[in-house]
């Protein structure tokens, strides 16, 4: 509980409760809280009116309501992360760290990923150390997801997991402190404080600056917690700590929130409204990692393709968004700002030897403007994660998805017709509200019929605060959803065999990632299509300097010559090193 809300009680007990009483409770909130004046507490035999002068001196220099309000309020971001003041009720020594470890444990979602990044940056800015090792913590993080009930449920027998190790934890060591950052966070609230007495703090995915301050309430063995969500936060200013040093590519947060609304989805509730960061320090993050030597950065957001940056005046004209041919949206159209084929192509020019991805895109952001764009632009990947969701007009009209099954297939058509060889992903979900066995064999023949190279297939779970929670049944039964889904993925599979065989006998152009996982004496990367490539570990040509004998080590563009294919992995044997500008002659 907050000292703000400890001392509000008490102030309410002065109605029934003796005053030796209160005197005894606000000498237990001063104990607890170290970083309070010792003068500040009175002792269990001090005067009435001692007590009445003391409780209202701390009253008057403490946090005030007003304090509290202006947290939810839009204000000026400070320069960074460490540059606010500290509240009233905590000197500037108790946001340190002093070098106690964090263990952070990310689920779920590649901007979940991200976020650990975020937090990890502003963590240690504030003085503490990162850890790999659990047992060494001082601090565990989990960085949580809410997008099903069996990810929730993960956590919570995680958490079953790490109360162990806290009450083992020696009386000679700092207290261990464990906290929920994320969506999960911001779903379930109070539920995870009272359901779980072990869990000292609560951040939601708009509060990571404030987790200086909710560790050092954490510390006084106060519970902490701040879940508000922002219609401004994007951590424009914080870059992000990427921990692999042998990493080759990285995500890079573009926008936050979602304003879609789809029936089933939690993510609006959990993340807030979109917002999208300013181009400019897009750009600075990208220039960084290019600077670092990574070869790959995936734009990431909810809805990263609905990418709008109305932070300059000057281009906030009042021009329409453009949608895919066919489709809706749920929200008032917006006007004006920076879209996101001015962004593409902004991030495609700093650095040509750099690809270039986004993930994950709604299928009606895809205006000609932007296709047109990964088509010319040599390092912008040929591959476009297409959300279907379901195959039946009548279950995406429920599920809210803006579209028909009709324009779906039209757009996929006008994508081919418009980016030559693109490689297509999907999610599915098998069982939604309502869905009958019609429906479910609408989906099938879309798998059928556009032969997807990747897919994200998931049985449907619903979520409490979505507009099917309240409005639609949850009417299919469990065993149904199961043999759904186990169709739709022997389906997809069949299809993507057939759309991955193409490659068989042809050359892939493939950024080396490391050793394969499954044998030490072959290679993974990717290939423009984000299929995996796994290849033998053997000596090869450099393109750039004839005669001379290399081995391909992480970052390298090599060429493969694709030998088979399954629905999940291509495999082949490499002939040269090469970069990606002189690949294509080499293709």
Request: hydrophobic content about 35%; overall charge positive.
């Amino acid at each position: 509980m907050h000292p703000l809300q400890c001392i509000l009680r008490v102030q309410r007990s002065l109605r029934w409760e003796p005053l030796t009483s209160v005197s005894w409770l606000l000498f237990k909130i001063c104990k607890a809280h170290s970083t309070l004046p010792s003068t500040a507490c009175p002792s269990p035999g001090q005067q009435e009116d001692g007590v009445r002068k003391d409780f209202s001196s701390r009253l008057a220099t403490g946090p005030t309501f007003q304090h509290f309000l202006r947290a939810s309020a839009p204000q000026e971001k400070p320069s960074s992360p460490e540059a606010e003041d500290p509240p009233h009720y905590l000197t500037v020594d108790a946001l340190l760290g002093r070098q106690r470890k964090v263990y952070l444990e990310t689920y779920g979602c590649q901007m979940n990923v991200n976020d650990t990044e975020i937090a990890w940056s502003i963590l240690q800015k504030s003085g503490y150390l990162r850890t790999s090792n659990l047992q060494e913590a001082d601090v565990i993080l989990l960085v949580t997801c809410s997008i099903r009930e069996k990810a929730e449920q993960t956590i919570w027998n995680r958490l079953h997991q790490l109360k162990a190790l806290k009450m083992k934890r020696s009386r000679s060591r700092v207290p261990l402190r464990i906290g929920i950052l994320g969506c999960m966070a911001e779903r379930l609230k109070e539920e995870i404080l009272n359901r779980e007495k072990m869990v000292d703090l609560l951040a939601g995915p708009d509060a990571y600056r404030d987790l200086p301050r909710l560790l050092a309430v954490a510390e006084s063995g106060q519970q902490a917690a701040n879940v508000l969500l922002s219609l401004e936060e994007t951590y424009a200013d914080v870059m992000p700590v990427q921990t692999s040093p042998s990493a080759t590519s990285a995500f890079v947060s573009i926008m936050r929130g979602c304003d879609n609304m789809c029936s089933y989805c939690i993510v609006p509730f959990t993340r807030g409204r979109e917002r999208s960061r300013p181009v400019a320090s897009i750009l600075e993050e990208v220039r960084k990692l290019s600077e670092q030597g990574l070869k790959e950065v995936t734009l990431l957001g909810q809805n990263v393709n609905s990418f709008r940056d109305n932070s300059e005046i000057q281009f906030n004209s009042a021009v329409s968004t453009n949608l895919s041919r066919g489709f809706t949206t749920n929200y008032k159209t917006k006007q004006g700002g920076l879209r996101f084929s001015h962004l593409l192509d902004q991030v495609s020019r700093v650095d040509p030897e750099m690809r270039i991805r986004f993930t994950s895109p709604h299928p009606k952001d895809f205006p000609d403007e932007v296709l047109q764009l990964i088509h010319e632009r040599g390092n912008i990947c040929k591959q476009i994660h297409l959300p279907a969701q379901s195959g039946s007009s009548r279950v995406l009209d429920a599920m809210r998805r803006g579209y028909s099954r009709e324009a779906y297939v039209e757009l996929v058509h006008h994508i081919r017709e418009s980016i030559p060889g693109v490689s297509l992903s999907s999610d599915f979900i098998a069982g939604f509200c309502g869905e009958t066995e019609e429906d479910h064999l609408q989906t099938v023949s879309l798998l059928r019929e556009v032969q997807y190279n990747m897919g994200f297939l998931f049985a449907y779970s619903m979520r409490q605060k979505t507009r099917a929670y309240h409005r639609l049944k949850d009417d299919v039964p469990e065993e149904v959803k199961l043999r759904r889904l186990e169709e739709l993925i022997t389906v997809f599979r069949e299809e993507a065999s057939k759309a991955n065989g193409t490659c068989v006998g042809g050359t892939q152009l493939v950024l080396v990632e490391g050793p394969s996982k499954r044998s030490a004496t072959d290679l993974c990367g990717r290939n423009d299509g984000n299929l995996k490539v796994i290849f033998p570990d053997a000596e090869m040509e450099d393109a750039a300097n004839p005669g001379l004998r290399v081995r391909a080590q992480p970052g390298d563009y090599v060429l493969v010559k694709i030998t088979s294919a399954s629905s999940q992995t291509l495999k082949g044997h490499v002939l040269c090193r090469t970069t990606l500008k002189d690949s294509l002659a080499h293709c």
